[in-house]
Nanobody
Framework: QVQLVESGGGLVQAGGSLRLSCAAS????????MGWFRQTPGKEREFVAA????????YYADSVKGRFTISRDNGKNTVYLRMNSLHPEDTAVYYC??????????????????WGQGTQVTVSS
């Protein structure tokens, strides 16, 4: 099992940017794919972005494509989500996730076995 801790959330105006970080600890020797999901009250957790262990493959939800960038630094056991041109509808709790199975193009929550506690992102209009 790997432990995940997110940071970098906060309040930003529409059009602004934020960078989320997710630090992994524990069994980091396993090759994990990493992902970001988000959730708003009353809605299911939705996929945002994912990256393979090597970083060679990345996938994004259509709603964030061209605005968000996922990256990772395996030497630091950290994955990032750079969010530009933020919209009020990007407001959500953002969760980092890790999984050891092969990364599919649009992974679901069930493809990930470890989750962080979440970090709030609020975009004001």
């Amino acid at each position: 099992q790997v432990q995940l801790v997110e940071s970098g959330g906060g309040l930003v105006q529409a059009g602004g940017s934020l960078r989320l970080s997710c630090a992994a600890s524990g069994r980091t020797s396993i090759s994990y794919k990493m992902g970001w999901f988000r959730q708003t009250p009353g809605k299911e957790r939705e996929f945002v972005a994912a990256i393979s262990w090597s970083g060679g493959r990345t996938y994004y939800a259509d709603s964030v494509k061209g605005r968000f960038t996922i990256s990772r630094d395996n030497g630091k056991n950290t994955v990032y989500l750079r969010m530009n041109s933020l919209h009020p509808e990007d407001t959500a709790v953002y969760y980092c996730a890790a999984g050891s199975s092969f990364l599919q193009p649009i992974p679901g929550s069930a493809d990930f076995s470890s989750w962080g506690q979440g970090t709030q992102v609020t975009v004001s209009s």
